[in-house]
Structure formats: C-alpha cells, structure tokens
C-alpha cells in the first residue's frame, strides 16, 4: 500500500507564495497517478491539480490555472504544489492521494494524505 504524508501549508497573506510537498512510501508509488485536491469549510472537495505516473500529462482546475504548478520527483518518492498568487478563496485544506489514473472525483483516487491546512489572509 501506499502512504501520503502532506507538509508546507500554513498562513500567508493574499498575493504570496506556498510549496506544499508529499511524501509517499511504498514500491509502486511511481506506478501511481497523483493529485491535489482541496475542501473549504463547507464545500465539497474538489480536484486542483493532478499528474501522471512521470509527469508528462498534467490537469489543472479553472481557478488555479495559470499560478499553481504541480510536479513529482518520483526518486524522492515525493509530489509538489507551488502555490503562486495567493487569493483569499484559496483557503482550505489540501489533500494529496494516489489514483490509477489522472482523475477528477475522490472516489477514483486510492490513497491519501492526512490534508495540511493552507490560509490566506487579506
């Protein structure tokens, strides 16, 4: 099995910049296609970003197209969200898991992190 481990979030202000990290274990986490997603108090999780097995193929969500990157050094075992631009609605709790494939729903995603919270400020 594969274990997700999120770091990075914490509080920044409107404008700035986070990377988040995750860390996994496990032989087949290269075999894996990763994505980001987050939940707002009261909303539904949603999809941000996701990656393939070697990063050639990557999904961005509208709302963060153009200031969010994801990546993944599959050697270290580890994918990234370098968060750029900060805008209030990106307050939440973000979450790493493992899927098959790039998908856009939590039930085709097999494993997951705990979440690290992320919150912006005016």
């Known amino acids: 099995q594969v274990q997700l481990v999120e770091s990075g979030g914490g509080l920044v202000q409107a404008g700035g910049s986070l990377r988040l990290s995750c860390a996994g274990s496990g032989r087949t986490f290269s075999n894996y296609a990763m994505g980001w997603f987050r939940q707002a108090p009261g909303k539904e999780r949603e999809l941000v970003t996701a990656?393939?097995?070697?990063?050639?193929?990557?999904y961005y969500a509208d709302s963060v197209k153009g200031r969010f990157t994801i990546s993944r050094d599959n050697a270290k075992k580890t994918v990234y969200l370098q968060m750029n631009s900060l805008k209030l609605e990106d307050t939440a709790v973000y979450y790493c898991?493992?899927?098959?494939?790039?998908?856009?729903?939590?039930?085709?995603?097999?494993?997951w992190g705990q979440g690290t919270q992320v919150t912006v400020s005016s």
């Open positions: 898991a493992a899927g098959t494939l790039i998908a856009q729903t939590v039930d085709e995603y097999d494993y």
């Open positions: 990656i393939s097995y070697f990063g050639r193929n990557t």
